[in-house]
C-alpha cells in the first residue's frame, strides 16, 4: 500500500494519564481505608480486600506518574516490520508472526488482542507486567497480547485501523483475510469478542 509510512510512534498523552493517576490514588485510599481503618477485623474479607486493593491501586499509581515523565518517549512503534509497545514487550512483533486481531471488551473497554504462536510469544521477552498479567486476561477471555489505547495520544479505533492496515500491507491483504475470518482463530471464552476483517474497499467487515 503507497500511502503507508515508514514508521509511525506514539506516545502518551500526560492529561489521559493524570486523569488515570487520579483514578488509582482515590482507589488506593479506598482500599486504605478498608485494610487500615480499623472498621472491619485483621483478616476478615474487606479488610483482605483493602490490603491486595492498596498494593494494586499503589502500584498502578506509582507506574502513572512514571509514565507522566516518560510520557515524551514512545509507548507504541508501528514499521513495516512489526509493531512493538513497550508496555508489552523488549522485541518487535513481526507482522507475519500475528495469527489473527481480536478485540477483547468488557465494561466499554476495549483491548486489541494480537494473537501469536506460543515460540514467538517467549522469544520477544514481555515485560514482568505483561507477564504477571497474561494468565489472568487469558482467564477473562483475552488469550494473547493485548494493546490498549489507554493513555495514549490515539484512540482504539485509530490504533487498531493502523495496525490492520500494516499487518496487511506486510502480509497481504489475501493472507491476512484468510487468517482473519478462520473461524479457528476466534477465541471461545470471554465475554465479548469481535473478530475484525481486513479493509476491503474502504470498509472493514466484521463477523461478531
Known sequence: MADIPETVS???SR???AGLGLL?????????ALAFGGAFDFGSVASIAGYAGTFLFGGA???TVIRIFGAQLPVITVSPDGISDA????ATIKWPDIQNVTVWEMHEQQV???QVAPETEASI????AARWSRKANKMLGADGLCITASGLLTTHDELLALILKYHASAVGEAAAAKLLDDPANVPQAGFVH????????GAKDTED
Open 10 to 12: 506514539i506516545k502518551s
Open 15 to 17: 492529561l489521559k494519564l
Open 24 to 32: 488509582a490514588i482515590v482507589m488506593t485510599g479506598v482500599s486504605a
Open 61 to 63: 499509581t506509582v507506574y
Open 87 to 90: 508496555r508489552l514487550a523488549k
Open 112 to 114: 486489541i488482542v494480537l
Open 125 to 128: 521477552g514481555l515485560t514482568r
Open 194 to 201: 469481535t473478530l475484525i476483517g481486513i479493509e476491503r474497499n
